[in-house]
Structure formats: C-alpha cells, structure tokens
C-alpha cells in the first residue's frame, strides 16, 4: 500500500519568507510526527498529534514554528520568517496506533534557507 | 534527558566481512531500541528492534541484543554486502506519555566495497 508520503520533496526559501510543508500519512494511522535532520545528524523530535490533537510540541525550536492536524489526517508544518538555521530535511512519520511504537517514515522535505 | 552515542563513521568493509556499529543510550526507566536504515535516496526505514531486556532482534541477517547492564544496543551482521551501504541510525523511544517520540544517534555511514 502507500507509504507516508511528504510534498514539496525540495524547497528553496529566501530568508524571511514563510514555508509549508505537507504529510500525507498512512491511511488511518492515528499517530504522526514530525522530526528535524539536519546535515549529518540523525533526525530531532519536533512535534506529535494523536489524531487532531497535538499532544507534545515540546521539540519546536521557536514560536516561528507551527504545526496542525484538523482532520486527524493530513499535517501542515509551517515556518514563519525562515533563518538560515532552519536550512534541514523536515522527517514526517505514522504509527497505526496511539503510542507510535512503531514509526514509519516518508522521505522527507528538503528545506533551504538562502 | 535521554540520548543514544554511535560509533563514527563512515565504516568500510569489504564484501563478506562481519560487521558491529556500536551503540549506547542513557534513559531513564526502560526504553525500547531500534535500529533504522537509511538507504541512497530513501527514507528512513525500522531495521529492526527490541522492547526490553536480552530481547534480541533480527532482520535481513541483522542482529542486536539490549543489554541493559552495559545500556547498549550494537548492531552486528556476520556477513555484510555491497547492497547494506547505508545510513544506520540506532534509537530509543521514551515515555509512551509522550507518543514514544525517537531520540536518535548521529547516524553511521556504511560502505561496503565488492
């Protein structure tokens, strides 16, 4: 079946403007979440929803960043005014069950700040 | 807070060789550990894992034990081939208050030569 799948897969923003980067999660999974990887790093923690609630936003970096869920399904992680330091590729990720034992990833969103 | 250590990389091995990526992980309380998989061009995929104490888990002729008295988690195949050159990134989950978020190593580069 479909994996998790993220759009746009490449995106070149000039510093200060804003971003949207779309999810399209695995159909029914209730859990996903949205990780940060920066070059040479392994993926950080940002955000996870159970259905539409937006459980933990702990790992957002800044008040510039934001993400929603409305319908349980589709998720949205905007950036307002992006810095440099925002340059990364943004991980979406579904689990099928409420704990997200067991994540699956889309390919990620490569995200450059110029 | 919780964090996972990984050997640097890249490692290079021929063809056949055996092969062991190191990991360890500080937690609190008993998380579970993951190996994920990153090959060229693709997303992040569950290698394999492992829930609680001298659980071992396999796939693909991988193999890792959590060992809980040592906190480590190493990866190991006796027989490695060209097609494992990868991206490995061992991982934790914690709390399931938190959605069992990841916290991720840095990532080990694998090239395997014919």
């Known amino acids: ?114 | 807070g919780n964090s996972v250590t990984q050997m640097e990389g890249p490692v290079t091995l021929s063809e056949e060789a055996f092969l062991t990526i190191n990991c360890t992980y500080t937690a609190t309380g008993y998380p579970s550990l993951f190996w994920y998989v990153q090959y060229p061009g693709e997303g992040l995929q569950l290698l394999l894992k492992a829930t609680k104490a001298d659980d071992k888990g396999s796939n693909k002729g991988f193999e890792a034990t959590y060992r809980k008295e040592t906190t480590s988690f190493h990866l190991e195949k006796g027989s490695v081939q060209v097609s494992d050159s990868a991206v490995y990134f061992c991982a934790l989950s914690e709390s399931p208050e938190y959605g069992n978020k990841l916290v991720f190593g840095a990532g080990t580069i694998l090239r395997v030569k014919s």
């Open chain 1, 1 to 114: 079946g479909a994996g998790v799948s993220q759009s746009p897969r490449y995106k070149v923003a000039k510093r200060g403007q804003d971003v949207a980067l779309r999810c399209d999660p695995i159909s029914g999974h209730v859990s996903l979440f949205w990780y940060q990887q920066a070059l040479g790093q392994g993926p950080e923690f940002l955000t996870y929803f159970q259905n539409e609630a937006q459980l933990d936003k702990s790992g957002l970096p800044s008040d510039r960043f934001f993400a929603e869920r409305p319908e349980g399904s589709v998720s949205t992680l905007k950036i307002q005014r992006t810095q440099q330091e925002d340059s990364a590729v943004y991980l979406c990720a579904s689990s099928p069950i409420p704990q997200g034992y067991e994540q699956y990833f889309g390919p990620g969103t490569r995200l450059t700040v110029t």
